[in-house]
Nanobody, 118 residues
């Protein structure tokens, strides 16, 4: 499986960002796709995930009010509004062949850097 992210970069606090990820190389079955992030000096954490049909979504509870995840077949997108400097980090696209649970994700993209300036 290959996961290729795009859309990272620099954004000012209070603005919005949109990340996209395209998956390829996976054959058959239903999958979940999601986003994780790792801030400076922090562990990687789950941000949002969406099941194959788009009817099941999972959000980190502390971020949910600022997030929207969507999916069109093998492409998953993440919109984050009202970004804060604390949102700075590397954002990883991930794929699960099981559920949307954070621990089920086993395939990872290279990551895209997001930097939020105040």
């Amino acid at each position: 499986v290959q996961l290729v992210e795009s859309g990272g970069g620099s954004v000012q606090a209070g603005g919005s960002l949109r990340l996209s990820c395209v998956a390829s190389g996976y054959i058959g079955g239903s999958t979940s796709m999601g986003w994780f992030r790792q801030g400076p000096g922090k562990e990687r954490e789950g941000v949002a995930a969406i099941y194959s049909g788009g009817d099941i979504k999972t959000y980190d509870s502390s971020l949910a009010s600022r997030l929207l995840i969507s999916r069109d077949k093998d492409t998953v997108s993440l919109e984050m509004n009202r970004v804060e400097p604390e949102d700075t980090g590397t954002y990883f696209c991930a794929l699960s062949t099981e559920t949307c649970a954070w621990d089920d994700f086993s395939a990872w993209g290279q990551g895209t850097q997001v930097t939020v300036s105040s």
